[in-house]
């Protein structure tokens, strides 16, 4: 099989475990709007005080959500031994890592796509002009968290206490996206002095290839113990 | 059928380091083609930290395995596509059906569609294909991921507990598939504590103790003894 068939036929199986399941999906959009209501809440209702946190409120969320999903990624396959299983097979191990980041991706995505407006509307602020960048810099920034938690995720698999392993070691190497998130955003709504958002994209897109790369090096070496 | 891709598989000075202590230490054995050998010993023996390491699945801490008397990358797909292994656990998804668990395997060992259908049919399970794995007894479950080890037609083929679970006919079942895979030139290695299930099955045994090898040769049709001597003896002479 070529990388692309692996990367097909590990992405179909994934999802269709998770259309079955929906633990994965259900959690991830419980959980965000959890995160939003407490946020919302917590502010007054001045709009100016508004727009200033929503940057940090909604990359907050996609740190949460984003952390809480790929800390999932192998939990299937590692519950049964099922992973052993696929990354003994001839399959190339490298589209089984771009497989297991899409779905990553796509969930955070999914979950993104659902709160964000919920949490513009909470906090009256209008999203309407801006939309396009807001959704760009969203992409970059989830995409650039399943980059970094995907490939860690397979210490998940084997490692005691995981669970709080894992952000421990996703949060300092996603620093760089959540800083370009956060100021980028700001930056598109205009609270910050510096107006210009694209080197926030710029470093987004930089930080995202380097871990494509990356993982993909790596991936092969981490999944032998 | 094309035959067994290497004639033998031959571990070397294999030492596995967890922590600070070892779990194998200094382990040299030679497995021929066309053979099945019993792979024994106590529990913490490091039998299953052999077993990994013949799957590739475990990297040693000291010596390596060769593959036709050569070395392979633990990464070389070709080497992995030779392999067939059964863990301890079924290594399947519980949310798949039988039938997709194997095609999903199936197609990532490059095995064709066909044979999904062939091996429920080998295992006894064409009535539950479609249900979920997850609500099946451990016995078929058992079932289904000793076809998974076997349908890509391995060259080596690593058992490890296959009888875990098996009602009798399973066990009759496996013993008789393991055998036809023997017969067809591949590599058998099987864990086991059942050792009157295997006499007849094993002309060859490899005894670990405290991660040392005990004993590598053939096994005679008395498991029990050798186990006997090369295990339980050695015990009783340290405890």
């Known amino acids: 099989m070529n990388f692309a068939e692996t990367l097909a036929l590990v992405w179909r199986k994934d999802m269709r475990i998770e259309l079955r399941s929906k633990d994965t999906l259900v959690t991830l959009v419980l959980f965000a709007l959890v995160m939003t209501m407490v946020f919302t809440f917590g502010f007054a209702n001045d709009p100016q005080t508004n727009l200033?946190?929503?940057p940090s409120v909604l990359w907050a969320n996609v740190l949460f959500c984003g952390t809480l999903g790929v800390g999932r990624t192998f939990a299937r396959e590692a519950r049964d031994g099922a992973f052993t299983a696929l990354v003994l097979s001839p399959a190339h191990r490298g589209a089984i890592l771009a497989a297991k980041t899409l779905v990553n991706l796509f969930l955070?995505?999914?979950?993104?796509?659902?709160?964000?407006?919920?949490?513009?509307?909470?906090?009256?602020?209008d999203l309407s002009d801006v939309a396009g960048l807001i959704s760009a810099q969203l992409f970059l920034g989830a995409a650039g968290f399943a980059l970094v938690?995907?490939?860690l995720a397979v210490m998940a698999v084997n490692a005691r206490f995981a669970e709080v392993l894992l952000p421990m070691v996703v949060f300092p190497l996603v620093a760089p996206v959540l800083i370009a998130g956060v100021t980028g955003t700001a930056s598109i709504l205009g609270t910050i002095p510096e107006q210009d958002p694209r080197p926030w994209f710029q470093l987004?897109?930089?930080?995202?290839?380097v871990y494509l790369v990356g993982g993909q090096f790596l991936f092969d070496r981490m999944v032998t113990e | 059928m094309p035959g067994p891709a290497f004639e033998s598989v031959?571990?070397?000075?294999l030492g596995?380091?967890?922590?600070?202590?070892?779990?194998l230490v200094d382990v040299s054995v030679r497995f021929e083609a066309g053979t099945v050998t019993a792979l024994l010993g106590p529990n913490g023996a490091g039998k299953s930290t052999l077993m990994g390491m013949l799957s590739t699945a475990l990297r040693p801490s000291e010596g390596e395995v060769l593959y036709g008397g050569r070395a392979h990358d633990e990464n070389d797909?070709?080497?992995?596509?030779?392999?067939?292994?059964?863990g301890h656990r079924p290594m399947l998804y519980g949310e798949l059906s039988a039938t997709e668990n194997l095609d999903f395997f199936g197609r990532l060992h490059g095995v064709r569609p066909e044979a999904t259908r062939h091996w429920l049919e080998r295992v006894g399970l064409t009535r539950a294909a479609d249900r979920p794995v997850s609500g099946?007894?451990?016995g078929m479950a058992q079932r289904l991921a000793l076809a998974r080890a076997l349908m890509s037609s391995p060259s080596l083929l690593l058992l490890d507990e296959p009888f875990t679970g098996l009602d009798p006919e399973g066990v009759r079942l496996t013993k008789s598939l393991v055998a036809e895979r023997r017969d067809a030139g591949a590599t058998v290695v099987l864990v086991t504590h059942d050792l009157a299930v295997t006499d007849d099955l094993a002309s060859q045994a490899v005894i670990l103790r405290g991660g040392r090898l005990m004993h590598a040769g053939p096994s005679g049709g008395d498991l029990a003894g050798l186990y006997r001597t090369h295990a339980e003896a050695k015990e009783r002479r340290t405890s």
Do not use: H, N, Q
Request: with cysteine; aromatic share 12%.
């Open chain 1, 108 to 125: 955070t995505l999914v979950v993104t796509a659902l709160t964000t407006p919920i949490l513009a509307v909470m906090l009256r602020v």
């Open chain 1, 204 to 209: 987004m897109i930089g930080f995202d290839l």
């Open chain 2, 136 to 138: 099946f007894s451990r």
């Open chain 1, 52 to 54: 200033r946190v929503f």
């Open chain 2, 77 to 86: 797909p070709w080497l992995r596509s030779c392999i067939g292994y059964l």
């Open chain 2, 10 to 13: 031959e571990a070397r000075k």
């Open chain 2, 16 to 23: 596995r380091l967890y922590d600070e202590s070892y779990a």
């Open chain 1, 149 to 151: 938690g995907t490939p």
